[in-house]
């Protein structure tokens, strides 16, 4: 189990750094198709959802009863979701928030992922979506990280026409958006 688990986390390393390498070379593919929302939102809480409980953290999540299909890349809108939740809920102190949202305007998806953690410093948080950046108040800490989350998140957002923003205190946690298109805006809208 340990060795599976290694091994899984020196591949997904490997993706993420092919796919900081296509971000740089301007060759990020996005591979869009239809999405169920509510089986995809499913699946990530089912990952993250342990990672809360073992670490005490109060996880939670406000969406509609009822999510429409989306035209998104599955895997780029999974891993940067996922990698929202996951980096709240490990830089929140045990017993703190993380509050998810999902809603939908205006043939959008909005996304917030809010957490009590350590936020983010006024000096770092122009560089917070840079390669291999990480905060200053959290570098050499206990808490993991590549610096390479963000970044490719960063990408993978605005490669399907959309955005990624944030606000953080210091000491006083940090509130990430997402916003991105339900619709492929180079197709045909289909009612």
Not at 7 to 18: A, E, G, R, W
Not at 74 to 82: A, L, N, P, V
Not at 150 to 163: H, I, M, P, R
Request: charge should be negative.
């Amino acid at each position: 189990e340990t060795v599976m688990h290694s091994s899984q986390n020196l591949s997904d390393l490997v993706s993420m750094i092919l796919d900081v390498s296509r971000i740089q070379l301007g060759r990020m593919k996005i591979e869009k198709q239809t999405l169920d929302l509510n089986e995809f939102f499913k699946e990530i809480y089912e990952v993250v959802d342990p990672k809360a409980t073992e670490k005490h953290i109060h996880f939670n999540k406000k969406m509609p009863k009822q999510l429409p299909k989306a035209e998104l890349d599955r895997r780029y809108t999974h891993m940067t979701i996922e990698n929202l939740m996951t980096n709240a809920i490990k830089y929140t102190p045990e017993g703190g928030n993380v509050d998810v949202t999902v809603d939908i305007q205006d043939n959008w998806l909005h996304v917030t992922v809010k957490d009590t953690g350590c936020g983010i410093p006024i000096a770092d948080q122009s560089n917070i979506f840079g390669k291999m950046f990480r905060a200053s108040n959290v570098r050499n800490s206990a808490i993991d990280g590549n610096g390479f989350g963000l970044y490719v998140a960063k990408g993978a957002v605005e490669s399907q026409g959309g955005q990624i923003w944030f606000q953080s205190t210091e000491g006083k946690g940090t509130t990430f958006y997402v916003k991105l298109p339900l619709l492929d805006s180079l197709s045909d809208v289909r009612s």
